[in-house]
């Protein structure tokens, strides 16, 4: 029998996540949450869907033994390669993927053409194509992919000439363009909303979706009747690469200090 106080598990190729264990900690502070960083195996984006698909069954079954009651990927590049693979290991298992902001995007445009930023593993993937099928047949979509973004973001430094260089030379396209909505489409992107209200102008939004995988969580789990009453225990981190790597930045990304494990690798 699965208790209503059994964590949840949270995971992404490195710190990336932690911009959605943000938003879940805020919808849900009664949840406990488990965090896994595989920042030995950084950045998924350009590797196989075979290798994520097997990095993410790693991390699925640690957090199985750990008792978590729930999985959220929180990265787009994982969903496309290994969400189906886990429901199908795990079919009564809570597990909440994550998409590119396609349907809010498509909804929200004025200008009817929309941007994507994303990893190059998330925009070549059939999933993607489908999305983009479903929902964005009236707008003109705009993809560019981000290569080295995320291995920038990884350091904590979020100001560097050189992350906002290559930031810029990824944005200016999709304005050139005529976007008048970009989608965050990789969870490491939402701790670059300060280097871009710089970059675009006012008009254009800037979406991501951290606060519909949170509430995504909330459904699912107030369906099966396991919504954590609390209090909540700190939040638990673990690493794939050096844990003080991820221990010196996560006051920066998460708010708070926290004390980070060694995960095997
Ligand atoms: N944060 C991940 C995403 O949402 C992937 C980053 C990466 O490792 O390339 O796509």
Redesign the pocket.
């Known amino acids: 029998m699965v208790e209503r106080s059994a964590p949840v598990g949270v995971m992404?190729?490195?710190v990336?996540?932690l911009s959605v264990l943000g938003e879940i900690q805020r919808l849900l502070p009664a949840e406990s949450l488990l965090y896994v960083a595989?920042c030995g195996?950084?950045?998924?984006?350009?590797?196989s869907a075979d290798y994520i698909r097997q990095r993410c069954r790693h991390i699925a079954g640690f957090f199985r033994e750990q008792g978590a009651k729930a999985m959220v990927l929180?990265?787009?590049?994982?969903?496309v390669a290994a969400v189906a693979d886990l429901r199908e290991l795990y079919p009564d298992w809570p597990l909440v993927g994550?998409e590119p902001a396609v349907k809010p995007a498509a909804a929200a445009t004025r200008s009817g053409v929309v941007g994507v930023l994303?990893?190059t593993?998330?925009l070549q993937s059939a999933k993607f194509a489908a999305l983009l099928d479903r929902f964005a047949s009236d707008v003109q979509v705009v993809t560019q992919p981000c290569p080295g973004l995320?291995e920038l973001i990884e350091t904590g430094d979020l100001g560097s000439p050189v992350l906002r260089q290559l930031l810029f030379g990824y944005v200016q396209p999709l304005l050139d363009a005529g976007c008048d909505t970009v989608i965050l489409?990789?969870?490491?992107?939402p701790f670059l909303r300060p280097l871009l209200a710089e970059m675009v102008p006012q008009h254009v939004a800037i979406i991501d979706t951290g606060a519909a995988v949170a509430r995504q969580l909330e459904r699912l789990l107030a369906a099966r009747g396991l919504l954590a009453e609390g209090p909540a225990r700190e939040a638990a981190f673990w690493s794939s690469a050096e844990p003080a790597s991820l221990q010196a930045i996560l006051p920066l990304l998460f708010n708070r200090p926290g004390s980070v494990q060694a995960f095997a690798l």
């Not at 489409?185 to 992107?189: A, F, I, K, Q």
């Open positions: 992404d190729s490195g990336g996540g595989d195996h950084v950045p998924y984006g350009e590797k929180a990265c787009n590049t994982a969903t994550m994303a990893t593993g998330t995320v489409g990789c969870t490491h992107y």
